[in-house]
């Protein structure tokens, strides 16, 4: 019995129920990321830091954050950012699937299950 090599486009990414996000006036995501820990704490009292910093994502980053709801995997995600950017998403798998890992990377996802 031959084992199935895993395909990242059946991955199903969810966004990080940790992190609070709102649409903005000019229908951007803006998602923020509370600064914890000892060092961010120094760095708010000492060079008055923020303790909730904001994170803007542009138009694609925006529409790619709210078609990851847990039930789309990444093939279906690309396929809905080549209706709504067509060429201008180009080279899409390759950009959305370096986007969907930095994502991944910083906590700000999680893959729901996999197809």
Do not use: C
């Not at 910083?106 to 299950?113: A, G, K, L």
Request: hydrophobic share 35%; charged share 30%.
């Amino acid at each position: 019995m031959s084992k199935k090599k895993e395909n990242f486009l059946d991955y199903i990414p969810k966004r990080n129920a940790l992190y609070n996000w709102e649409i903005t006036s000019n229908n951007h995501v803006e998602v923020s990321v509370v600064n914890r820990g000892f060092y961010n704490r120094i760095a708010q009292l000492l060079f008055h830091k923020p303790r909730i910093s904001k994170i803007e994502l542009d138009d694609m980053g925006s529409f790619i954050w709210q078609e990851m709801d847990g039930h789309k995997t990444v093939y279906e995600i690309g396929m809905a950012v080549t209706v709504r950017f067509g060429k201008k998403a180009e080279p899409l798998y390759e950009r959305l699937s370096e986007y969907i890992q930095i994502l991944r990377k910083n906590s700000f996802i999680v893959y729901e299950n996999k197809k």
